[in-house]
């Protein structure tokens, strides 16, 4: 049987067909384009009802995480705690009728709060009060304020561009609109099905084709294959990180907990330059080197009973590995292999410890000392520049300069949690910090000179710094070298021929 068409309905079927597909594309580009819109403005607007505000970024100060045209979303906040080494929302000192968005890096002793743009070098020049602090930032959602700022700068170009794909997309999504109704089933069979003309048989009969070729519904049926397409892309659009928790940190609390995406404690110490970094994340029991990843070769060794491989202090780290120092003869030393050095007259002693709970037996954090391995007395041997715990668990930060020279908190640091100590020294006098607040100085800029030595963690000899000890197990005289192990959880030791700056030391803890 021969069938014959028309060869211009074919071609027209055709071009209808193509003509829709390219009206379909067009369609899904812009639901697409306005759907995504959508969603970033609902990002925006919907935490206001949760007592949330978003603040437009028109400066970059706070680059690169935190862009021009990015709004940043704060809820209300003013413990300084809180606040410490994050970013916050309030008055400018300089200019009372507008808002600042920096980083708190340190709490003044005035109790007023220092801050500082992170693409700035140096911290704000006005200190901040408390009060005029407008909130914490929880969400930053990117670019989405852009237009506000296009408008207010004068940058018709881009505005015009913008406003420009919002208009096309409205249009393509309406002529995608007309196309489905076109298309819609139940449509009588126009001009768009082709019809078998009638042919003459053998028989000399007609023969009409009676079942015409549906192309409209055919294309309906190809458009619903499109719509599944358009739903997977725009889910996967949806998915993108145009709200992120970049900016804040992970707290004590449970259910206020936020990711630091983009902030890393390694990389952070590594760029301050230390002059040894001991990780502690090493395991096994046959483990006897703590490898040095400041990348200077100055790895420490396991001496004694010491576990490894238990949880560590930072959230960000993977492993998040530590130590557990198990008896009085334990000890993390720098290796044979490291010739002593001459002590630094300028320097940071950095670890993290976690005591366990009614914890009195004292002990060494970091320090210097000599000899490279055990404990000397005076005569033979020295120790100084180092961070220990008394036995109420008061931390303590000191050096020998023709007398003891320390610093103290208040005890209570037995609580089983990870904290950060930090203890600085320069010309300046000393520092000791704690979880990146300064808690406490000294103008001493002065420790034992013309020594050498080596750098050891988790013990070293205390003996005649009893001086303002407080609770059990006070160290003896001089005479009796005493090693005083610090038999709790330790993590990141690390040390700095320069004493790190408070924001400095601030923003390490913020990293974890």
């Known amino acids: 049987m021969d069938i014959d068409t028309d060869p211009a309905t074919c071609s027209d079927s055709a071009q209808q067909a193509a003509y829709s597909r390219v009206r379909l594309a067009g369609g899904l580009v812009g639901r697409m384009w306005l759907w995504f819109l959508a969603g970033c403005l609902v990002i925006t607007l919907v935490p206001v009802l949760f007592g949330w505000r978003p603040y437009l970024i028109e400066s970059g100060s706070m680059e690169p995480r935190i862009h021009v045209g990015d709004v940043v979303i704060a809820s209300p906040e003013q413990d300084p705690q809180a606040l410490l080494g994050r970013v916050a929302v309030f008055t400018d000192p300089d200019r009372p009728d507008r808002n600042k968005t920096h980083r708190v890096i340190e709490a003044a002793d005035d109790g007023r709060l220092v801050t500082k743009g992170d693409a700035n070098p140096t911290p704000d020049s006005q200190h901040v009060a408390v009060s005029d602090v407008h909130g914490l930032g929880r969400l930053l959602v990117g670019f989405v304020g852009l237009p506000v700022v296009w408008l207010q700068s004068g940058q018709w170009l881009w505005l015009v561009l913008f406003l420009v794909s919002i208009a096309l997309s409205v249009r393509w999504v309406s002529r995608d609109h007309e196309d489905e109704q076109d298309d819609a089933p139940g449509d009588p069979p126009t001009d768009r099905m082709l019809s078998a003309q009638a042919a003459p048989t053998r028989s000399g009969l007609d023969i009409a084709a009676s079942r015409p070729i549906p192309l409209a519904r055919a294309s309906h049926r190809h458009r619903w294959a499109w719509r599944i397409g358009y739903a997977v892309a725009l889910a996967a659009a949806l998915l993108l990180p145009t709200s992120t928790a970049a900016f804040s940190a992970t707290t004590r609390s449970t259910g206020n907990s936020w990711s630091v995406p983009n902030y890393d404690y390694t990389n952070e110490v590594k760029a301050l330059g230390p002059y040894l970094y001991w990780k502690l994340d090493e395991t096994g029991t046959g483990t006897t080197a703590a490898t040095d990843s400041s990348g200077n070769g100055r790895p420490g ?212």
């Open 301 to 512: 060794e396991y001496n004694g009973s010491i576990t490894k491989g238990i949880t560590g202090a930072l959230v960000t780290d993977t492993p998040n590995n530590a130590v557990s120092l198990t008896s009085a003869n334990s000890c993390i030393n720098t290796a044979s292999s490291v010739a002593a050095t001459t002590a630094p007259a300028a320097f940071t002693v950095a670890a993290w410890f976690k005591a366990p709970v009614g914890y009195s037996k004292g002990g060494k954090l970091i320090g210097f000392e000599r000899p490279r391995t055990g404990v000397a007395a005076p005569s033979v041997g020295q120790y100084d520049r180092m961070l220990y715990l008394d036995g109420n668990a008061r931390l303590r930060f000191g050096v020998y300069n023709g007398g003891y020279q320390l610093i103290s908190t208040a005890g209570g640091w037995d609580d089983n949690a990870w904290h950060l100590a930090v203890g600085t020294m320069n010309s300046a006098g000393m520092a000791l910090y704690v979880d990146g607040v300064r808690v406490g100085t000294n103008s001493n800029n002065a420790a034992e000179s013309n020594t050498s030595g080596w750098w050891r963690a988790g013990c070293g000899n205390l003996a005649g710094w009893a001086s303002g000890w407080s609770g059990p197990n006070a160290p003896p005289a001089d005479a009796t070298p005493t090693n005083y192990t610090f038999q709790g959880g330790l993590d990141e030791a690390a040390v700095w021929t320069k004493a790190l700056t408070a924001s400095e030391v601030a923003f390490l803890y913020f990293t974890r």
